[in-house]
Nanobody, 116 residues
Framework: QVQLVESGGGLVQPGGSLRLSCAAS????????MNWYRQPPGKERDLVAV????????SYADSVKGRFTISRDNAKNTVYLQMNSLKPEDTAMYYC?????????WGKGTLVTVSS
């Protein structure tokens, strides 16, 4: 079955960096675009970044442009989110997402807390 497992979250000071990873299994990873979403406490889940199947095309929410970078390694079935210049408003649960034939699959998320 499809599994998405996020890792790499934690507590970081403002201005710091983290790299999130999402290990995928149960489907042909290289055939699908992959997404990162985030959900701040008490708020809705929003799209953060998207990467195409081969990784040649990416897009970002305006709030993270220039600070976050999405990438993937199809040999390792893994998608990454490099987060730099983190701000307190980046505090959220971060989720990996794959939309396969119209069905959304989610990991359990990894918590990122940006605080001094």
């Amino acid at each position: 079955q499809v599994q998405l497992v996020e890792s790499g979250g934690g507590l970081v000071q403002p201005g710091g960096s983290l790299r999130l990873s999402c290990a995928a299994s149960g489907f042909t990873f290289s055939r699908y675009a992959m997404n990162w979403y985030r959900q701040p406490p008490g708020k809705e889940r929003d799209l953060v970044a998207v990467i195409s199947r081969a990784g040649g095309s990416t897009s970002y929410a305006d709030s993270v442009k220039g600070r976050f970078t999405i990438s993937r390694d199809n040999a390792k079935n893994t998608v990454y989110l490099q987060m730099n210049s983190l701000k307190p408003e980046d505090t959220a649960m971060y989720y990996c997402n794959a939309r396969l034939l119209g069905t959304d699959y989610w990991g359990k998320g990894t918590l990122v807390t940006v605080s001094s």
